[in-house]
């Protein structure tokens, strides 16, 4: 029984220093203006939707970053994370997935100051189109 237990701190603690230390991470780098809805901003937003075991939205995180370099002043990010740990079980966060139909992940939604979608897209996305979206939203 002890080795069992001894087995299961070997995994179970670098795992949850993991995922404390990446939300971390996440919370310092993203601007998030969640649940806000009835303040206009001043500035354009792009609202991306991932998920903590998304290998993918790692990858968009990247090409984000790189796209966002001459953006910073002008462009907010929120981001959604789709899945939600509650107690022993998962919860999805529903209304948010709602609100922009998201079926997948990485999901980018780029809205212009007044709030209006300009373009959604599903799936992976390139720093050189994100840019695209971001001057014409401009």
């Not at 995922?19 to 780098?29: F, I, N, T």
């Amino acid at each position: 029984m002890k080795n069992w237990i001894i087995v299961l701190l070997i995994f179970i603690l670098p795992l949850g220093m993991y995922a404390y230390l990446d939300a971390k991470a996440q919370s310092d780098k993203v601007c998030s203006v969640v649940g806000n809805d009835t303040i206009k901003n001043p500035k354009a937003k792009i609202v991306k939707f991932s998920s903590p075991m998304c290998s993918e939205c790692k990858e968009i995180a990247a090409e984000l970053d790189k796209a966002m370099e001459n953006y910073k002043d002008s462009v907010l990010i929120e981001e959604i994370n789709v899945v939600e740990n509650v107690g022993k079980g998962v919860k999805y966060n529903k209304a948010a997935i709602k609100k922009y139909k998201v079926s997948l992940v990485p999901t980018l939604v780029f809205l212009d100051k007044e709030g209006n979608t300009i373009k959604k897209s599903e799936g992976m996305m390139k720093s050189e189109e994100i840019i695209e979206v971001l001057d014409r939203i401009k």
